[in-house]
């Protein structure tokens, strides 16, 4: 690792105020540091300073009630993994968040870093590539080894978003609350995150001075089942080959409303509204649960490495819907 | 400075406090637990930059107080650092394999739970209870966690051990009687290149059945 030095932030406004200071990279934030210390170890990052987010009081909590969740930016995956209300009311964040890296991951990383952690794409986390994310002219996933990478909503850059927390939340309804020089804003977390047709080298639409401080949810429906299916290379932990995060508000067998988004095959947490579709106010049975698998990827366009993303996810949805409606 | 340490900053050559960077002089609400050299301390306050700093460590039960830079890992002190009495901390079971917060060999426990050391800066360790595969015995008693890996013969090559029993003591820690199942998500975050697993997963219930 590079020398940096080290800021233990005392509020929102010294962060927000420190950060305006310098653009992208340069001075970085630091909550867990388990995504963050990789890149600096790899030379992908070198910043001059960190500022460590931890010192910040009251950014870490889970909080219930009538109106739903609010999750501080600093809650740990494992405290999100093993909350009660989370596991009972919210299955799909609880297995989407036990499903993330090592429990020695867990223990340290937060849900902030989740949400903006950088991609693992081999090209992006080798410092001797200036591959397209890194301002150079090409993604070598495109003619180079593209197993791990996108099939839908590549275009120009391959990379695949790798939180499992931002499908889950997506599904959810779930809103991000975010911290600048000007104050605060809230928006949906599905609009949080960008393609790289908008901007290539970042993964959303916070700025060099802005900080993510909080998840909210809105309270669960009644009859509400939700799934977090992650298919992985091997057992142990990795992230998503492809994941399905599927919240469906059932009646019987009955679909009332669904929500499908998709991990581990598009740059962002993609949300399917064809899948949705064909499944919404549908009585749900194999061939229906096929349909919505098949429209899901239909605009898949595979690399040449990674044809097997198509029919893994559409198989993952089939999954998931046939079990909302057993 | 050798290129170790160059590479790991165990080595202090300057002490570099970099002043008005942060708001220093605006009323803080957290005060910094590094403790910062005597003539120094009076002036640095939370929000200042910290390049280096001599910060002390609670590790098994012992306190250490070490000097390091902002990048230093808590695995590096535990394996390189040295106290400033001049002993060196020398706690080489949590072993530098990876270094990427991959391979689970630099298995600790802070506060309880199990975290990579080499993915923890030194600095983030303050104030917190540390403990390594050293601390687990108490005298010549082994932990049952110890015992039972003995007794299955859980281990070949033995390099990955200490993470493991780190690992296990730590599941056990919160879960008194874990499932099959429940081991093999508690130990997921550590690799044994040798393939021992049935034999470790047999130690961990071993071992709980003990405690």
């Known amino acids: 690792m590079e020398k940096f030095s080290y800021i233990n932030a005392t509020s929102l406004k010294q962060v927000t105020s420190l950060l305006s200071e310098s653009g992208w990279g340069e001075i970085m934030l630091i909550a867990g540091g388990t995504d963050l210390l990789g890149e600096i170890k790899e030379y992908v990052e070198s910043p001059k300073t960190l500022i460590n987010l931890k010192t910040l009081p009251g950014m870490d909590g889970i909080e219930a009630d009538a109106s739903g969740l609010k999750i501080g930016a600093l809650t740990t995956i494992d405290d999100i993994a093993r909350h009660p209300t989370i596991q009972h009311h919210y299955t799909v964040l609880a297995q989407a968040a036990v499903s993330v890296a090592t429990p020695q991951i867990r223990n340290v990383g937060t849900l902030g870093g989740n949400l903006c952690q950088r991609p693992r794409c081999w090209y992006y986390r080798d410092e001797t590539i200036n591959c397209l994310k890194k301002s150079g002219d090409i993604c070598y996933a495109v003619d180079g080894l593209s197993k791990y990478h996108a099939i839908l909503g590549g275009d120009p850059v391959y990379i695949v978003h790798p939180s499992d927390l931002a499908p889950a939340l997506i599904a959810l309804g779930a809103s991000v609350k975010i911290v600048g020089p000007e104050g605060e804003k809230t928006m949906s977390l599905e609009e949080f995150f960008t393609l790289p047709a908008d901007n290539p080298f970042r993964e959303n639409v916070l700025e060099p001075n802005e900080i993510v401080v909080e998840v909210t949810i809105p309270q669960a429906k009644p009859n509400t089942k939700s799934f977090y299916l992650k298919a992985r290379e091997k057992g142990a932990p990795d992230f998503a080959l492809a994941s399905v995060a599927g919240v469906f508000e059932m009646d019987g067998k009955t679909c009332k409303t669904a929500s499908i988004v998709l991990g581990g095959v598009a740059p962002a947490p993609w949300r399917s509204r064809e899948a949705e579709a064909a499944l919404t106010g549908k009585m749900i049975d194999e061939s229906v649960s096929m349909r919505a698998g098949a429209d899901a990827v239909q605009d898949a366009q595979p690399l040449n490495d990674n044809a097997y993303k198509v029919t893994l996810t559409q198989n993952l949805i089939s999954r998931a819907a046939m079990m909302a409606a057993s | 400075?050798?290129?170790?340490?160059?590479?790991?900053?165990?080595?202090?050559?300057?002490?570099?406090?970099?002043?008005?960077?942060?708001?220093?002089?605006?009323?803080?609400?957290?005060?910094?637990?590094?403790?910062?050299?005597?003539?120094?301390?009076?002036?640095?306050?939370?929000?200042?930059?910290?390049?280096?700093?001599?910060?002390?460590?609670?590790?098994?039960?012992?306190?250490?107080?070490?000097?390091?830079?902002?990048?230093?890992?808590?695995?590096?002190?535990?394996?390189?650092?040295?106290?400033?009495?001049?002993?060196?901390?020398?706690?080489?079971?949590?072993?530098?394999?990876?270094?990427?917060?991959?391979?689970?060999?630099?298995?600790?426990?802070?506060?309880?739970?199990?975290?990579?050391?080499?993915?923890?800066?030194?600095?983030?360790?303050?104030?917190?209870?540390?403990?390594?595969?050293?601390?687990?015995?108490?005298?010549?008693?082994?932990?049952?966690?110890?015992?039972?890996?003995?007794?299955?013969?859980?281990?070949?090559?033995?390099?990955?051990?200490?993470?493991?029993?780190?690992?296990?003591?730590?599941?056990?820690?919160?879960?008194?009687?874990?499932?099959?199942?429940?081991?093999?998500?508690?130990?997921?975050?550590?690799?044994?290149?040798?393939?021992?697993?049935?034999f470790i997963f047999d130690a961990v219930k071993t071992a709980s059945r003990k405690m």
Not at chain 2, 65 to 72: L, S
Not at chain 2, 78 to 86: A, E, F, H, P, Y
């Open chain 2, 1 to 198: 400075m050798s290129d170790k340490e160059k590479k790991q900053g165990t080595s202090i050559s300057r002490r570099n406090f970099l002043k008005g960077v942060g708001t220093g002089t605006v009323a803080a609400t957290v005060v910094p637990s590094v403790l910062i050299g005597s003539e120094e301390a009076a002036e640095a306050q939370a929000g200042d930059a910290i390049s280096t700093a001599t910060i002390q460590l609670n590790i098994n039960e012992k306190m250490y107080e070490v000097e390091v830079e902002a990048r230093t890992t808590l695995l590096t002190v535990l394996r390189d650092g040295t106290d400033t009495s001049g002993d060196n901390v020398d706690l080489t079971g949590a072993k530098l394999i990876c270094d990427r917060g991959e391979c689970g060999g630099c298995t600790v426990m802070v506060d309880g739970k199990s975290v990579y050391a080499c993915m923890m800066l030194a600095i983030d360790a303050q104030g917190k209870k540390i403990t390594t595969v050293e601390g687990l015995a108490n005298g010549d008693d082994l932990h049952p966690v110890q015992e039972a890996f003995i007794q299955h013969d859980a281990l070949m090559c033995g390099f990955c051990t200490p993470g493991f029993i780190v690992s296990s003591a730590a599941l056990l820690n919160e879960n008194k009687k874990p499932t099959l199942e429940e081991i093999k998500t508690g130990l997921s975050g550590n690799t044994c290149r040798c393939g021992t697993y049935p």
